[in-house]
């Protein structure tokens, strides 16, 4: 401990002064030349006091894996027509593609394999007379691998449809391996948000089956076709209804080929907004053979499973232009617009936790807390000083002097204050005296037996300091652990309750030991009200 | 010099309690090990959370009696429903399990049933926890581990300070008091949510610290001590020298905690109720619990 009392209260005053500093811009909005002086930040408020959404999604994992080994497989079945290879058998179960090719056939097929599917390794292979079965499949590596750019992917897109949509602050990270935590403070229109997040955003073009619709009306679908919903809206009722609409499995065009999608209202729609759509020089090309190859005849434009329109090709389309519709009001356009811009997700998500809070409830807890802190402040000064009578008044200052630090560092850090955060602030003022009692009843102890002034306050805080720095750690230890295994608002309280801790052991011991060597050597009092 | 005490210099015979209080002890443990057992069971109070499930708090603009809030509900399909009132306002707290309502999210429906059902009562959604069964999950095992790498930190540290047998009965004291609030919390029927584990946590710590100040009175006691026969003497001796400062200082966190208990709201109500008996507990626990187990081991042995 510093023995000069000069540069101990120095201290403890420039300690005050940078928490007043880091606090000034909580208490008053600065303008003009004094906001160059002062550090901008205020204190981050939790989602739980600011109001929000806290989103936890789960990537699909097995969908994913799903649709890599779709992509797989007619790939493989495209390359093995193209390079003449003759097989006999051709299957996929949920993690493997099982191929039967004729012995002979043997090179020419490993060949393909190294040159279009060097990711995926041979399991089993079993002679089957003068042919060979073969089990493809992925390696764990390459699994996880694909998991890993299929998260980073996913994070990306919402990224990109939130800063679209116009949220400001939002937490967008990874938890555990296939888990997103998406937070929006302050976001006006939860469930529009959610919407827009959760979509996947999986655009397809595909041609409608019209020859065997008649045969999908009782029950049977043709081998290599759907049957998926076609939604329309009625303008007038504004009511939905859905209609079975059968489909050629395979896509013609998928949307990652787009560049732009755009909101346009008008034309042709009866004003109705509608989703203008522009495809990349690929995807025109393909759209020009597509359109052009299926004249008279109807595709499909299927987002997520759900077909939106299926108009008739009247001519060949060249430009890479398409359209949208389906009765969208504004708001959907818009929204449709950023996720198709933004791109689609690698796999379905599922919302698995939604917490949203509106800005009352925070408004709410941010004053209770506040009154409940006031109140037990309050509470906790009157009654050291009752007891403690004129010492009191210095536990009750390095009280003070806690609380100012406790903000100031909370600041400083950017820490977030959520409403077990304002808890844990309370619980420190409670314990924060905590230390003082066991100093005061240490130096009562001294004094009984006889002691100065003087010796009994040095005596008191030297015996009582191993106790304090024990107390002090094993509260430490909880609060560890809580912030390891807390999350957002557990958190908050693990980081109050250490902080208030360790800056406790400051002012309570050094602070309030200053305080009384300052009065002692002033006053040099016969005795001590305590 | 006169001082101001709430106990004066007190000859408490505190060993010679041991065996009754031992008693009560046992009963708050079995207490909390049959909560636990409940709890593993999933017949305890817990919160979506912990279940999955989803929680509603809705407010009304004019009153609107419970039981009509309830049979709206039902009859709209909802019947699995909690409803808790806030007193004083049209608020309530609706909290239902895991269920599938097809595409549309519980909340919405629940939120479509009450408007459609109860209209023109100033109808208002403040806030809702939707929690899949996976999250849930995960969250029981996050707690469990957060509990026992606490109580383990525990025991090294005191282990450390002082010696094997205080980290023993230190630990002993901090498990009787994290399974007592437990088994009070079980009885009383009250909800288990994240921030009850959070209290759990914060008692373990705080509960230490009282013990951690008896321990160092009788360590340094014990350092006196002249015979072994006198250890019950010097451990009576030294709880009775700092119980005035055990009592003040559960006073002044009670005082802080009474506040929020009473001021805090309904969300921090049950953790704040938690940390007001967890805090009584631990208090309780350093003087009967730990104390008198450093007597039998050290007398035994």
């Known amino acids: ?530 | 010099m006169k001082f101001r005490e709430i106990t004066k210099k007190t000859k408490i015979d505190f060993m010679g309690l041991r065996n009754k209080m031992f008693v009560l002890s046992a009963f708050l443990v079995l207490l909390g090990l049959f909560g636990f057992v409940m709890v593993s069971m999933g017949k305890a109070n817990l919160s979506v959370d912990f279940t999955g499930g989803t929680e509603l708090q809705i407010r009304f603009a004019d009153p609107v009696p419970i039981s009509s809030l309830r049979s709206a509900l039902i009859s709209g399909g909802i019947e699995d429903v909690q409803i808790q009132e806030v007193a004083g306002k049209n608020d309530f707290f609706l909290k239902t399990k895991l269920m599938n309502t097809g595409p549309q999210r519980v909340q919405d429906k629940i939120s479509s049933i009450i408007s459609a059902s109860l209209p023109g009562k100033g109808f208002q959604v403040l806030g809702s926890n939707m929690v899949g069964s996976s999250v849930g999950k995960t969250l029981k095992q996050h707690a469990i581990i957060a509990i026992a790498l606490s109580l383990l930190g525990i025991v090294i540290y005191i282990a450390w300070r002082f010696n094997f047998v205080f980290g023993v009965a230190a630990t002993i004291a901090t498990f009787h008091d994290v399974l007592a609030l437990l088994g009070i919390f079980y009885l009383l029927h009250l909800e288990m949510n994240i921030l009850f584990i959070t209290a759990l946590l914060t008692i373990a710590g705080y509960s230490l610290t009282d013990t951690v100040v008896v321990f160092d009175r009788i360590r340094e006691n014990m350092a006196k001590m002249k015979s072994r026969a006198d250890l019950g003497k010097v451990i009576n001796n030294s709880i009775n020298e700092v119980l005035s400062r055990t009592l003040i200082t559960s006073l002044t966190v009670l005082l802080v905690i009474a506040a929020l208990v009473v001021l805090g709201g309904h969300v921090l109500f049950d953790f704040s109720f938690a940390l007001f008996i967890g805090v009584m507990v631990g208090t309780y626990s350093s003087i009967f619990v730990a104390s008198p187990l450093i007597y039998l081991w050290r007398t035994r042995a």
């Open chain 1, 1 to 530: 401990m510093l023995k000069s009392l000069k540069l101990r209260a120095i201290l403890i005053f420039v300690f005050l002064f940078i928490s007043i500093i880091y606090l000034v811009p909580n208490i008053i909005e600065l303008e003009g030349a004094w906001k160059k002086y002062f550090p901008s930040d205020k204190i981050h408020l939790g989602l739980d006091l600011k109001g929000g959404m806290h989103l936890l999604l789960a990537l699909d994992t097995k969908k994913l894996m799903d649709n890599m080994l779709d992509r797989k497989f007619n790939q493989l079945k495209d390359g093995m027509i193209r390079e003449g290879i003759r097989f006999v058998g051709l299957d996929k179960s949920s993690d493997s593609i099982s191929v039967v090719v004729k012995a002979d056939q043997r090179e020419k097929f490993y060949n393909l394999l190294g040159k279009e599917l060097p990711d995926m390794k041979v399991g089993a292979s079993r002679n089957e007379g003068d042919s060979v079965a073969l089990d493809l499949t992925y390696s764990e590596k390459e699994i996880a691998n694909l998991k890993d750019n299929a998260i980073h992917q996913a994070l990306e897109t919402i990224r990109n449809r939130i800063d679209q949509f116009g949220v400001s602050e939002p937490v967008i990270v990874q938890q555990g391996e296939s888990n997103i935590l998406v937070q929006l403070p302050g976001v006006k229109d939860p469930e529009r948000a959610l919407e827009l997040i959760g979509k996947t955003a999986q655009l397809e073009f595909k041609l409608v089956d019209e020859e065997n619709a008649a045969k999908a009306g009782s029950g049977t679908i043709p081998e290599g076709d759907e049957q998926l919903m076609l939604k329309s809206r009625n303008r007038d009722t504004a009511v939905t209804m859905t209609t079975p609409i059968l489909l050629k499995k395979q896509g013609l065009l998928t949307g990652d080929m787009l560049t732009d999608a755009r909101v346009r209202i008008g034309g042709e729609f009866h004003n109705e907004p509608y989703v203008a759509l522009e495809f990349n020089s690929e995807g025109s090309r393909i759209f020009d053979r597509i359109t052009g190859e299926n004249v008279g005849k109807r595709i499909a434009i299927v987002l997520d499973n759900t077909v939106y329109s299926a108009p008739v090709v009247r001519e060949r389309i060249s430009g890479g232009k398409a359209s949208i519709t389906g009765g969208f009001t504004p708001d959907e356009a818009k929204d449709l617009a950023i996720v198709l811009r933004a791109g689609a997700l690698p796999a379905p998500v599922t919302v698995i936790q939604n917490i949203t809070i509106g800005p009352t409830l925070g408004e709410d807890s941010i004053r209770k807390g506040v009154q409940a802190a006031v109140l037990g402040g309050l509470m906790v000064i009157v009654f050291m000083i009752f007891y403690y009578r004129a010492s009191g008044i210095v536990a009750d200052i390095a009280l003070f002097l806690n609380l100012i630090y406790l903000l100031g560092a909370f600041t400083a850090l950017k820490a977030t204050m959520t409403l077990p955060g304002i808890a844990g602030i309370i619980l420190t003022i409670g314990m924060g005296v905590d230390t003082n009692v066991l100093i005061f009843e240490r130096i009562r102890e001294e004094l009984r037996l006889g002691k100065t002034v003087r010796a009994a306050v040095d005596g008191g805080y030297s015996k009582a300091w191993v106790t304090i720095f024990d107390a002090h750690i094993t509260t430490l230890i909880t609060t560890c652990i809580l912030f390891m295994f807390g999350t957002g608002p557990i958190k908050g309280f693990a980081v109050t309750l250490a902080i208030g801790i360790i800056i406790n052991l400051f002012t309570a011991v050094f602070g309030s030991k200053t305080i009384f060597d300052w009065i002692l050597v002033k006053y040099k009092p016969r005795s001590l009200s305590i």
